[in-house]
């Protein structure tokens, strides 16, 4: 099935075709480390992981690549009111950072780079653009000529700001030749940050710095550049005029991806307004895997309002899935669950596969293959995690009445569960199994007790299992053998 994507730079949805046959290189605007993370991120990121994992999982070789800036105003300024200096700043927001991702399960960055690394690759960029006359400079800096760059608003489709536009950073300076014109490098000012230049010493401006970097990994072009929709002007249209200007390739990159704003009680987060949330706070009363499925249930694109009632319905949700997922992994356990097993002894190795003969057989089968085929051709347009979603609250659902009904083998079951695994390593929601480290002593003991019921010898049986309970472990009967778990 071919991937269909939406570009930005067409407006359209096409049919995804790298450079490089299977091969991608994506690129994804970092944070700038000034500040803790909130959802609004958490939103772009999730979603980008899940975008990754999904090209890799249907045969894509992806390297994901990041910026983080750590040199910039916001820093700069943040540093001086904390008294400390702008690394020690920096260092201290990119470490929460990280383990912010980590915690919410975004694991597929192959290469963070810190701005800060790159200033031999920005200071080359602004180099040559200025030999090519399209960068000038003035006594505060070198800037960018966007009237040099005939395609400057070809992403965005314009080419001034706007009232709304959150992030612009386009800095002021009196003698700039137009308005729009951004900086390429600042010249500092004292007690400020600096590093040697041919243009006096300074430091990199803001967008120059993400094509220093693609250009270091990537070359002139490559694949998938994303990030938050608010950075579309003049962010990404700065990129495109940099690269394009530099190299006289186009395009800088193939397909243009974003992601909708992300509000808080239908309110757009701000500083003044107060109404951030930080991802670590959220994190401190619910699940990350509340966060993904709450960011996967809308589209990427889609614009998210984030409020208390859509995270209680989410929770009841994931509930839903956990419930279900618990009752197929483990149907020896529970109660309620009556999902077919042999009718006699326990459910071990020794005894015949459990597999429903005949019709009902087709059903489970039928249901699993709906799900496999409605999952991939959503996933297959424009990544649309919501169908893709509901293909998988709608095998809960069936899954379970097939439960209910006594008609799910316990083969079924296993397969539904690795089916469910499957989508986990896109989606990220269900829980981690955590890898429990059995001791030889116990595992011994485990075999011996296995031997005994073997021959049917329960007294030694039952004994080597208070032997393993007394050295704080028990051991379940499953279908697939003896289960060895840490006792409670
Ligand atoms: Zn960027």
């Known amino acids: 099935m071919a991937l269909k994507f939406y570009n930005t730079l067409t407006g359209k949805k096409e049919i995804f075709k790298p450079f490089k046959n299977k091969k991608v290189n994506f690129f994804v605007c970092g944070p700038t480390v000034y500040d803790f993370s909130h959802i609004g991120h958490a939103r772009t990121y999730i979603a980008f992981d899940a975008l990754v994992k999904y090209l890799k999982k249907i045969g894509y070789s992806v390297f994901y690549l990041q910026n983080i800036t750590d040199i910039?105003?916001?820093i700069i300024e943040r540093a001086k009111q904390e008294k400390v200096s702008f690394k020690d700043l920096s260092k201290r927001f990119e470490k929460e950072?990280?383990?912010?991702?980590?915690?919410?399960?975004?694991?597929?960055?192959?290469?963070?780079?810190?701005?800060?690394?790159?200033?031999k690759e920005i200071i080359s960029q602004v180099e040559r653009l200025l030999e090519k006359g399209f960068a000038y400079q003035i006594s505060d800096g070198i800037y960018y000529d966007i009237k040099k760059f005939k395609d400057y608003?070809?992403?965005?489709?314009?080419?001034?700001?706007?009232?709304e536009d959150a992030v612009s950073r386009i800095d002021e300076a009196k003698e700039k030749r137009n308005k729009g014109d951004f900086c390429l490098w600042k010249i500092s000012k004292p007690n400020e940050p600096k590093w040697k230049s041919p243009f006096g010493e300074g430091r990199p401006g803001w967008h120059i710095e993400d094509t220093a970097i693609t250009e270091k990994y990537f070359g002139p072009q490559y694949d998938i550049h994303g990030g938050a929709n608010e950075l579309i002007f003049p962010h990404h249209?700065?990129?495109?005029?940099?690269?394009?200007?530099?190299?006289?390739?186009k395009p800088l990159v193939k397909y243009w991806t974003h992601t909708g704003l992300l509000t808080v009680n239908g309110i757009k987060m701000s500083k003044s307004l107060k109404n951030f949330i930080s991802i670590s706070e959220f994190l401190k009363n619910h699940s990350s895997r509340i966060l993904r499925l709450f960011i996967l249930k809308s589209h990427y694109r889609s614009p998210i309002d984030y409020n208390e009632k859509a995270?209680?319905?989410?929770?009841?949700?994931?509930?839903?899935?956990?419930?279900?997922?618990?009752?197929?992994?483990?149907?020896?356990?529970?109660?309620?669950?009556?999902?077919?097993?042999?009718a006699a002894g326990f459910f071990g190795r020794s005894l015949p596969s459990s597999e429903v003969k005949g019709p009902q057989n087709d059903i489970a089968k039928k249901i699993i293959l709906k799900t496999k085929k409605y999952y991939q051709s959503a996933m297959a347009d424009d990544f649309n995690t919501p169908k893709a979603?509901?293909?998988?609250?709608?095998?809960?659902?069936?899954?379970?009445?097939?439960?209910?009904?006594?008609?799910l083998s316990a083969k079924q079951a296993q397969e539904i569960y690795n089916l469910m695994l499957k989508f986990d390593?896109?989606?990220?929601?269900?829980?981690?199994?955590?890898?429990?480290?059995?001791?030889?002593?116990?595992?011994?003991?485990v075999q011996k007790r296995e031997k005994a019921r073997q021959v049917k010898d329960w007294a030694r049986a039952d004994q080597i299992r208070q032997q393993i309970k007394k050295k704080g472990y028990k051991t379940e009967d499953t279908l697939r053998g003896p289960k060895i778990k840490k006792a409670k």
């Open 97 to 119: 950072y990280l383990k912010d991702m980590k915690d919410l399960r975004v694991d597929s960055v192959d290469q963070y780079a810190r701005a800060a690394d790159y200033i």
């Open 153 to 163: 608003g070809k992403l965005s489709k314009r080419t001034a700001q706007e009232a």
């Open 425 to 445: 390593k896109v989606l990220g929601i269900l829980p981690i199994k955590k890898k429990l480290v059995i001791p030889q002593e116990i595992k011994k003991l």
């Open 311 to 342: 995270i209680k319905q989410t929770e009841k949700e994931l509930e839903r899935i956990d419930e279900f997922v618990e009752k197929i992994r483990h149907p020896e356990r529970s109660e309620g669950s009556r999902i077919k097993r042999p």
């Open 72 to 74: 910039d105003d916001k």
């Open 389 to 407: 979603l509901a293909a998988i609250f709608d095998l809960v659902k069936k899954g379970n009445k097939l439960i209910e009904q006594n008609k």
């Open 237 to 249: 249209e700065a990129e495109i005029a940099q690269m394009e200007a530099v190299s006289g390739k």
